[in-house]
């Protein structure tokens, strides 16, 4: 029961049995769950007083009681490219980042799992963030919802949406963070919501080789996985998850995931570093790594963030390298990159939060006012 000194409790996040159940919590009946997830991730309505089907008494006792919550918003950008990039306040104010990713008017939302990175990749921006926690279930759905408030897109349109796509490929290592996103993921793909189809929902990991296999068996969603080397020396040295999960038990895991096909392959994401990983050698066994996987490759020219160690390969070279794939069969188009003007763009995500705390504490520093317990 809720009462002055009670916190009212949001209802986003809740899968449909946990929303019956917090809806018998009060007294009501079962059905009234099915009403509220129509105005909630269909409509995309916030205020009880508008959900016209539900009668006011019930509306003001919902009121009373609950909120239909989004992640506040604390900064919105737009890019050139019309990329637009949220940076989102959560309630105990920690922050992370969406994207939208246009494409000829439509395009993909790219959601965030946590706040930092459990992952240290040398080449990416967000994995210099230390980890705070993970995101819960009502914080990734929360994204896609701020992202429709933003373009006006409810009710839950069936055709021409404007996030055609969903990509877990935002803040986070999502297979470390599996019950909330798993979660999320199905509340986004129920047909009487937000309806996305598992079809058109991507998700990305750096290889958390045990969970692979669980989430094609759960989820049913496409598999992206950041390879970025072809070497267990080379990954260990830019992705030391690499150590835990070598190349080996990865592309075995690749192999075996559920539902991949040449209608459903797998995406391979392959940054392209400088005179690392970009030289005709490599090219060929990515080839010849992927042999018998339903695959497909996306090249990401290296986008520079402040303090990397690594730069971009010429356009040529890149383009070499493509050719390279394609004449071995396999598709390998070269990402356009997005958003770059707003660090929005892959491998560039990191709080604006961070940013300002880093800053503060180099001031602090300079100014001879370095203290280890406080600083921020």
């Not at 009403?35 to 909630?40: A, R, T």
């Not at 239909?68 to 980042?97: C, I």
């Not at 897109?153 to 949406?161: C, F, I, K, L």
């Not at 020219?301 to 394609?326: H, L, M, Q, V, Y």
Request: include cysteine.
């Amino acid at each position: 029961m809720s009462t002055n000194n009670t916190p009212k409790s949001s209802l986003i996040g809740l899968d449909r049995n946990e929303l019956t159940t917090a809806l018998e919590e009060i007294g009501e009946k079962p059905f009234r769950a099915k009403q509220l997830w129509h105005w909630m991730y269909y409509q995309g309505e916030t205020d009880f007083s508008a959900m016209t089907s539900i009668a006011k008494p019930l509306q003001a006792k919902l009121a009373e009681h609950f909120i239909v919550g989004r992640p506040g918003l604390s900064r919105e950008q737009t890019s050139r490219d019309t990329a637009r990039k949220w940076l989102l306040k959560f309630d105990d104010g920690n922050e992370a980042e969406t994207v939208f990713i246009p494409e000829d008017g439509r395009g993909a939302l790219c959601l965030s799992s946590q706040i930092g990175c459990t992952l240290t990749c040398t080449f990416c921006h967000t994995g210099t963030q230390r980890l705070v926690r993970n995101l819960t279930a009502a914080e990734i759905v929360g994204q896609i919802m701020v992202a429709r408030d933003s373009y006006g897109e409810w009710p839950s349109p069936a055709s021409d949406r404007r996030f055609s796509n969903i990509v877990m490929m935002g803040m986070g290592e999502p297979l470390f963070n599996y019950d909330n996103v798993a979660k999320a993921l199905k509340i986004i793909m129920d047909g009487e919501g937000i309806s996305i189809s598992k079809r058109r929902i991507t998700l990305s990991t750096s290889g958390v080789v045990p969970l692979i296999r669980k989430c094609g068996a759960d989820l049913g969603v496409n598999l992206a996985i950041s390879l970025h080397a072809v070497s267990d020396e080379l990954r260990n040295r830019i992705m030391p998850i690499n150590k835990k999960y070598p190349l080996k038990e990865l592309l075995k895991a690749c192999r075996e995931y559920p539902g991949s096909n040449n209608a459903r392959r797998i995406t391979f994401e392959y940054v392209m570093l400088k005179g690392i990983n970009d030289s005709p050698a490599d090219a060929r066994e990515l080839v010849r790594m992927v042999k018998g996987i339903p695959a497909k490759f996306n090249l990401i020219p290296f986008n520079k963030w402040p303090g990397a160690e690594f730069d971009c390969p010429d356009a040529a070279t890149i383009k070499r390298f493509s050719k390279i794939i394609n004449d071995g069969g396999y598709s390998a188009p070269i990402r356009v990159p997005r958003g770059r003007d707003i660090l929005a763009a892959c491998g560039q995500l990191k709080s604006a939060s961070e940013h300002e705390k880093l800053s503060r504490l180099k001031a602090r520093r300079e100014a001879g006012l370095e203290d280890d317990h406080h600083p921020s």
